[in-house]
């Protein structure tokens, strides 16, 4: 019996890290760390010529040239430049200008970053917490009827802190929790969907994830991965290494060990390409590959990776085209543009995911003669994606602490007491929990320390 068509799921995550400022000198420090190409003077001539690939670089030529391509160096460099971009593509008759095979107009999955603790910002970096989720939220508020996603990325903080640079180690990155536990309590918001920085993982991330996010769209395997080989970032496994991991387009839970091989973790990790980039884009082999995928009865997710400070506008052409394209091939299959969370259970879960939504109870309980004060959080409903919610604390001093929960024997409930091993309770100004099911719903709460709820 043959097997019925499925969907082809498109979602299109992007970067979200506002204005990028590169003078000329940066451009040839970028080919050195890069290639390893040294001793070429940074002049407008020669940043011709590599472009034409008319500078000899011992075989180099065509990747250097794709490298400095119009679009990948025609920066947006002020915020003035990224939003003029961004309303232009979020415009109605831009989003609907090859709709899906559902009548639907193209949808946005915005990852957006903190640039924070850095010390060195030759790049000209919006610094500050919540800046750049603060300035797409006010985007999405004024978009009636938007389907895009707000999301998370990050960037683990470099050995000099240049905010240029991104770096591998979670456990070395102090400002992770910080930018969580802000986002709990000043901003009553969680991700459900991540992408890594240059596409990085490492075992410590790995087990982060596993804690508290479901859905990860950071895979970029590729069939043939001997591409990598040709930049100095990428060779041997630096930056985004992802040859391990399945490329045929699948959703897989990570090994514990391995976050490229398939194993028994909680977490889903998808896969996304780049697009119109110099290494490891999607092209028309790519996109049928996961229209020939779903043609078979499987519903694919296609992901797809992108920065805001780059002209989104011919990118999303070229994807449409693409993906217009492999429908002719494969009629019988329909594709949709998606949000981040819906791409995810529409792929994983094709006939649905179940109604009731997580919801949690954050309680205060004041000292009393038989115990500390303490809070309780308890699950009326659902179930937690890990082994315990996510606790954030906010101190008089305007100090932000994440901490361990202890575990009640049901699982389902945890506790925290304000005691000389944690911390007092009148240093507590506010408290935050949140935490994600496995299908992406999402409770929040916070309180302020007397007990009274805020949200």
Not at 273 to 284: E, G, T, W
Not at 386 to 406: C, K, V, W
Request: charge should be negative.
């Amino acid at each position: 019996m043959t097997a019925q068509p499925a969907e082809v799921l498109i979602v299109h995550a992007v970067d979200t890290e506002g204005p990028l400022y590169e003078s000329l000198e940066a451009k040839f420090e970028r080919l050195r760390d890069l290639y390893g190409l040294e001793g070429i003077a940074p002049t407008r001539e020669n940043l011709g010529k590599l472009q034409r690939a008319e500078m000899n670089l011992g075989g180099l030529e065509k990747d250097v040239a794709r490298t400095l391509s119009g679009h990948l160096v025609n920066y947006m460099e002020t915020w003035d430049m990224v939003d003029a971009m961004v309303a232009r593509v979020t415009a109605p008759e831009f989003r609907m200008k090859n709709p899906d095979s559902f009548g639907n107009g193209w949808v946005f999955n915005w990852h957006c970053l903190d640039h924070v603790g850095f010390e060195y910002n030759p790049r000209r970096r919006d610094m500050g917490y919540h800046n750049i989720f603060d300035h797409y939220r006010a985007v999405l508020a004024n978009q009636p009827g938007r389907r895009d996603g707000l999301h998370w990325h990050f960037h683990p903080m470099s050995t000099y802190r240049d905010a240029h640079r991104c770096a591998t180690s979670y456990v070395n990155s102090a400002e992770l929790h910080q930018i969580l536990c802000r986002r709990i309590i000043e901003r009553l918001w969680f991700p459900a969907v991540f992408r890594a920085g240059f596409q990085t993982e490492r075992p410590d991330s790995n087990w982060f994830l596993e804690q508290w996010i479901p859905f990860d769209i950071s895979n970029m395997a590729l069939d043939d991965n001997r591409e990598l080989d040709q930049t100095v970032d990428f060779r041997k496994g630096r930056s985004g290494d992802w040859r391990l991991a399945p490329s045929d387009w699948s959703i897989y839970h990570p090994d514990h060990d391995y976050y490229q091989m398939p194993g028994n973790c909680r977490r889903w990790i998808g896969r996304a390409l780049n697009v119109l980039n110099r290494l490891a884009s999607i092209d028309q082999r790519e996109m049928d590959k996961a229209f020939a995928r779903a043609a078979e009865g499987t519903p694919t997710l296609v992901g797809i990776a992108s920065h805001d400070f780059r002209d989104l506008g011919p990118e999303v052409d070229f994807l449409r085209d693409l993906a217009h394209t492999s429908a002719k091939r494969f009629p019988e299959v329909k594709f949709r543009y998606c949000e981040g969370v819906e791409g995810f259970r529409r792929a994983l879960w094709p006939q649905g995911v179940p109604d009731e939504k997580l919801d949690l109870d954050l309680i205060f309980h004041p000292e009393s003669p038989a115990d500390v004060a303490h809070i309780e959080v308890a699950t009326r409903v659902g179930r937690v994606f890990g082994p315990q919610p996510f606790l954030a604390i906010e101190t008089r001093s305007r100090r932000f602490i994440h901490d361990n929960f202890d575990f009640d024997p049901s699982m389902k409930r945890w506790y925290y007491a304000f005691q000389p091993d944690t911390l007092p309770l009148d240093d507590v100004r506010r408290i935050g929990v949140a935490a994600n099911d496995a299908y992406g719903n999402q409770s929040i709460r916070r309180l302020e320390w007397n007990g009274t709820v805020l949200a």
